[in-house]
């Protein structure tokens, strides 16, 4: 990390990339090949409301604009954006009103370029400038956390749907009338393959097998899937088991997704993708057995982020200055 | 349609669509607004080789050209076209050798501009500039024959898949180890939706229900979907009960689509899209219940094409000349 003489020194120009979270909100200064010279962060769970989060939030970026640092311009990425207005709107993990204006606020304060970008779509511009998928023209992240997140590039530009909810690869049904999904809907991609996904696949194995595991002393509400990954890791056959049956159901979901799509890669990301082999050996396996013929030969690669899982959404963010990208609107292509 | 004098008289510019089926090849002279001026057509079934093929397409296009007629450029819809590489390859159903070199022999013995588009791609840019899609950037084209084909435009453009072969609607996974497909995979979506599905749903209620029908007295070969859709419309309840399962099977499909792509509208053509409410109402029905929240409330239109079954690729082909599209080729976009 340069310190702030340094950035004074050099005279380099940077992004400014945000990252609300519903736990930390995280800015970084952002060089234009993804190094990033300057952190900050405070807790936005900790807000009372957007006031205060306005006053954090100001209170460091003045400190990162500290000793005249040239900045190009200011991008935050954010659970609930609205891209098209500007706005975070009804975020469930955010303790906002309904409606907050990010874009013109910062830029009322700031005088800088000021840009917003859904969570899902700063991680994958974060990858595809600066990760794994740097480069591609076709290429898809998948965010494995509590849920399952994504963001899809097809033929060079980020894909958004007619109303700005594409890419929800998460709400897929990979089990007709399968497991109850908090969409309200049965059998969803992520109530198999996300950190509460492989839980599940736990509690399923443990009412119908009779495989004995340390886990089956563990209640719901205590376990988690990093529990489920050092049991495995320590062999539990359990365990291993859980992991093997979460990376069928992606592998299958992938295949699918590349019958639509054809993408080069997928880029699996968030806390369940640091399970490493565990998880990609088993998804890559039931991949080339699902495979369309012309998909077979590990022609759609599996591929991990390339970018800390913390940084990807503030690189993303940061990317968004860097370059121009051609985000669709209704009634017109936005340059951005 | 106009006549050879007519065509001579206003000296209107055209651009000559080509269809090339199994069955038959379709020819038409296009004006920029879809209407067409004149027709032509030739069995390709009765072909032995391309050669043949070629001596038949060249004797009508000369005769299109009669009279100095002035067109703009030359473009086809074909099965297995390479589009990049502007050759049929492998093409299952037309007699051909494993590559035929479709741009280059046209381009040289005409010398106007030539293209070369997958069918189902043309059919997408039929309805697109001149059907049920006109003017919208985000929409899906679903045509129901034998089997499922599929074309989608997102972001305003063709999807095509890093390989070309992005799209393939027809082999999505809807049922885990339903029933066999062509493809050698399990539960794709044509081997329920499609007209060879439809039949197979028949079998599947004579198989497992008691209800009556005259369909039992039809062998599998003898059925076709058009006895099934008849049998509907006088009353059958086991037809219609077939219908109900496959709209059922279509809008669950559509809904797993619009979480991916969230497309304006999906246009469903082909002859089993004929059957109108029959097909329309379950599917629309099915689409409502299993779309995420933000789709509900028919957010996603179902469309029936707006073209002549048999019209849309032709069209959509002549569309070619007459705009400007970024096809996806990889190492870069290709304006064509």
Partial sequence: MMNDNLVRMTKQTFALGIDIGGTSTKLALVGASGDIAKRASFSTADCADEHEFFRHLFEKIVEM???GVEV????????????????????ANLPFSPKVELVKTVQERFGLPTQLVKDSNASTLGEWHFGAAKGMKNFMLITL?????????????????????????????????????????????????????????????????MTDSPL???????????????????G?????????MTGEVLGRAIADMAAWFEPEAVVLSGG??????LLFLPTIDSLER?????HKGHKIKVLPSALGENDAALLGAAALIWNEHQVWVKGGVNKT
Avoid: W
């Fill in 236 to 244: 539990d056959a359990l365990a291993k088991k859980t992991f093997e």
């Fill in 145 to 209: 956390g509590t849920g399952l997140g994504c963001g899809i590039v097809a033929n060079g530009q980020l894909l958004g749907g007619e109303y700005g909810h594409g890419g929800e690869a998460g709400h897929i049904c990979v089990v007709p009338n399968g497991r109850a999904c908090g969409c309200g809907r049965f059998g969803c991609t992520e109530t198999y393959v996300s950190a509460t996904g492989l839980k599940r696949t736990v509690f399923d194995l443990m009412a119908n097998t």
């Fill in 290 to 294: 699902h495979a369309l013929a012309f």
């Fill in 72 to 91: 190009k311009g200011i991008a935050a990425g954010a659970p609930s954006a609205n891209e098209q207005q500007g706005t975070i709107e009804n975020a």
């Fill in 272 to 277: 369940l993708a640091m399970a490493g082999d």
């Fill in 216 to 234: 089956r002393s563990k209640s719901y509400m205590d376990m988690s899937s990093r529990h489920i990954f050092e049991a495995a890791q320590s």
């Fill in 65 to 67: 604009l500290r000793g």
